[in-house]
Each structure stands twice: as structure tokens, then as C-alpha cells.
């Protein structure tokens, strides 16, 4: 169903994006691209690979540099808001990049607590409690704490870089190709447990994808990013009726073997 001005007009974007144009030398990868992300929902931001789906991701968190357009996130401008209140938005986001989602050379707790080491000054005992709370929240067990990443199976993994993302409590999560290189059932256990953090925390997640399974089962919203800009965003009941070409068939090739897909690692998972 398409959505109607009055609609969002009662949701607060948490994060929106106008305007805005990236490029690397000659090359523009993002032209006067426009994107909201709402309150409590789960976006999945799609596209063809190459696309710029990390670089937009990477530009709103200031990674890197914008040639125009304005980024408000949680309310605020960052371009007009003061060190002291840029550091304080910075620690109501968590990120889990897509490659090197850990420091190998630190254990999981030790991951889990460079962003509470960096923002917080808490004594020792007060951050192991904290760490593995975040370790038990994203379904591990309390000893994979003193494990090193190499000692890891690949869903661990990124279980570990979600408990390091959620470290100090955020409003607003990135997550840049979640369960890419994961099998259906551990992909399948990864989204239960990002619709689980948004329906019991209120978490508001940006989730990089290339998993139909995942637009599927937990994203709320879909954006797609095309010709350098959003080309369309809402449910995924728009999705299937966008006339773009790439968009068609993403979603209508794709769609009958999905959905059994989804189904078959939902149900083996419960079993
Ligand atoms: N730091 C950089 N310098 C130059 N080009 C870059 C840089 N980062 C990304 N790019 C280019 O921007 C385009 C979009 O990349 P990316 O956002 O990683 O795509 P994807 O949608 O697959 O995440 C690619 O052509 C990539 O080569
Ligand atoms: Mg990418």
C-alpha cells in the first residue's frame, strides 16, 4: 500500500537524509539522495552491488565526506551541533561494519567493551557485568566472553559484533550485510533475534542487504538504491509493485523461492 503524507507525518524519523551527493574524484557514487529511517522500525536498504549502499551508510556516520546535502539523526544536525553533543549522539548509534567485525587480537568481552572504554568511565567490574549482559541479549553463551574471534563459528561472530554495536544501549543500529556468508538457519536465527531487539528494546535498525530471506521475515521498510539515489522506499508490498527494472526482478524472480526458503530454515529452526 503506498503510504500517504498524513502517515508519515506521525512516525519521527531518527534519521534523515536530504539532498545528499558523495563522490571519489570523477566518479559520483550518491546524487541528491533522500532516505527517512522511522522510530522502532527495521529498514533494509537494498541495491546492486557496487551501488553505494556502504559508502551512504559510512557518510552518515562521517566516515566519509559529503559534497552537499544535510544528515539529521536522532533530531539533531550534525553539522551544527557542538563536539560535545556530537559525541553524545555518537553513542546512541551502534555499527556493525561488514568486514572486520572484530579486533582479533581481543576476546569478545574485550570487543564488547572498546565502545564503553572509549565513552563511559566505568570501573572494571560495572563493564564485564555490562558485556555479558550484551553477550546473553544476542544469544551467546556468558563463556564465549573470554573467546578470541578465531575461536568463533562465523555466526558467532557476528553475534559478537551485534553485543559490541549494542554496547551502550543505542537508539539507532547499522548493520552493513548482517548475514552475508551465513547458512539459511544461522541467517534465519540472526533476523529472529534483530526483530527481537526491536520489539523488546524499541531499536530503530538500518540493515545493509543482499538476504531476500531477511526482507521477508523481519524488515519492516525497504529502500532500494539505484542510479545513485533511493529509487523507492516503503513496504515490501511497493516492492512488488515498482515498475523498475532492477527492482522486478529482484523481487518478483526471486520471490516463489524465497518465501519456502524462509519457511523451511524458520521451521527447522524451531524444531
Ligand atoms: N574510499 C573510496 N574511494 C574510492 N571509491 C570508493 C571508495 N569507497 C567506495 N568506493 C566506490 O564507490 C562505489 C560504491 O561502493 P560501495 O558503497 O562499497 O558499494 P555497495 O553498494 O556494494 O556497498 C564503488 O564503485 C566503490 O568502488
Ligand atoms: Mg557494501
Redesign the pocket.
Known sequence: MAETGHDKAEREAVLSVRGLTVG?GD?L?LDNLDLDVYRGEVLGFI?P????????MRTVLRL?QRRSGTIRILGADYDSVSDAERAALDTRLGVLFQHGALFSALTVKENIQLPMREYLKLPQSLMDELAYLKIQMVGLNPDAGDKYPSELSGGMIKRAGLARALALDPDLVFLDEPTSGLDPIGAAEFDDLIARLRDTLGLTVYM?THDLDSLFSVCDRIAV?GQKRVLVEGPLTDMLECDDDWVKSYFRGKRARAIPKQEQARNLHRD
Open positions: 571519489f566518479k557514487v541495491g552491488s557496487g551501488a553505494g549502499k556502504s559508502v551512504l566519509l545493509v538504491l
